[in-house]
Each structure stands twice: as structure tokens, then as C-alpha cells.
């Protein structure tokens, strides 16, 4: 079994950083990408960032030059830093990977790590 274990997130003044962690843990699969969503109240769950093999990052427009996304891939665990937090960041963020399993493709999900950032 596949676990997403997500840690980092917490309540941050505007202008203020965190940074988000999530590392695989259970059963370890080869990593096809692993990245970041989050999903405000009343709103879908939006793309935040993504790494994907040799380390080719994508981010949403509205945190490019905020956020940065790496990996580790020893230890099989993605980063998000957060910088220059707005209160529109605000949001339950969750890690994504998909993970390689034979000839076949998973998508796994974390549990959701809440982000408040007060303005």
C-alpha cells in the first residue's frame, strides 16, 4: 500500500514562507511526477506545481516566482517553498504522485495539509 505523508503546512502572515513536505511511504514505486494541488473553499482543487523526470518543473502562473518545487529522489519526497504568501493562498494543499507499477500508470493522493495565510 501507498501512503502521500504530507507535513509543513500551518498559519503564516502575508509575506511570510512555509515550506510543505511529502514523502512516499508503504510500498515504493518508481516516481513518473509527484507535485502539488490545493483546493480553496467553494473552489476545485487547482494545479499548483509539478516535477517530473529529470527534474522538468510546471507552475501555476499565479505562484511562479513564489513557489519552488524539488524532489528528492533518495528519499523519495517532494518539496513546496512557499514564499511571499498571499491570503489568497489559502487552501488545503495536497501532494500528488503518479507512481509506475509495471506496464501501468497510478495517481495517489496525500491527505491534505491546511495552508491559512492572514492578511
Known amino acids: 500500500q501507498v501512503q502521500l505523508v504530507e507535513s509543513g503546512g500551518g498559519l503564516v502572515r502575508a509575506g511570510g514562507s512555509l515550506r510543505l513536505s511529502c514523502a512516499q511511504a508503504?510500498?515504493?514505486?518508481?516516481?513518473?511526477?509527484m507535485g502539488w494541488y490545493r483546493q480553496a473553499p467553494g473552489k476545485q482543487r487547482e494545479l499548483v506545481a509539478t516535477i517530473g523526470g529529470g527534474g522538468i518543473t510546471n507552475y501555476a502562473d499565479s505562484v511562479k516566482g513564489r513557489f519552488t518545487i524539488g524532489r528528492d529522489n533518495a528519499k523519495n519526497t517532494v518539496y513546496l517553498q512557499m514564499n511571499s504568501l498571499k491570503p489568497e493562498d489559502t487552501a488545503v494543499y495536497y501532494c500528488n504522485a503518479v507512481l509506475i507499477a509495471g506496464p501501468n500508470d497510478y495517481d495517489f493522493w496525500g491527505q491534505g495539509t491546511q495552508v491559512t495565510v492572514s492578511s
Open positions: 508503504g510500498v515504493t514505486y518508481s516516481v513518473k511526477s
